[in-house]
């Protein structure tokens, strides 16, 4: 079973959710705006590291118009992450092999989510965007990064069973 990255709920206004998560570390690549980077993030955790070791998948798989508290990493494309292991850093996960894969550490932050079924159909994934800035600006709370989607579920998982979250970093 895929684990989940750890986080702490601190609280909730309408159907908006507010997280606490410690630090992390991505593995990401930029892409063209699809799901391009998937094989390239896949082969990494499978063994295409310098190790040459699997590592543990963690869910979700993050797609961001930039990795969440790192700049100027900003273009027409998107970024794509998985998760390491929780409590690892960025010196205890294996070197990528491929240079399009890069290791990011991400700090300790707070994010504003709200949890959607379904596929991420990009008109779906926009309206779930837009009532979480809305509802986040109704709160008088400001964004402080990029609106990123999560998704917890294989491909093969019906439509109707998948778990996705659209969030974004805030500072309160």
Known sequence: MTKTIPFEVAGRVGEIEFRRYPPLVFASVDTSGDDS???????????KNSAKNAIPMTSPVITAA???MTAPVVSD????????PAGKTPEEVPEPLDSKVRIVPVPEREAAVITFKGK?????????????????RDAGIEPAGEVFLMRYNPPWTPGFL????????IKR
């Not at 980077?37 to 063994?47: D, H, P, Q, V």
């Not at 991420?120 to 986040?136: A, F, H």
């Not at 998948?162 to 970093?169: A, S």
Request: hydrophobic fraction near 40%; glycine fraction near 8%.
């Open 37 to 47: 980077g998937f094989n390239l993030l896949f082969a990494y955790i499978t063994g």
């Open 66 to 68: 930039k990795i969440p």
């Open 77 to 84: 494309a998107s970024t794509m992450s998985f998760v390491m």
């Open 120 to 136: 991420t159909r990009e008109e779906e994934v926009k309206e779930v965007e837009t009532r979480l800035l809305k509802g986040l």
């Open 162 to 169: 998948r778990r996705n979250e659209v969030g974004v970093e």
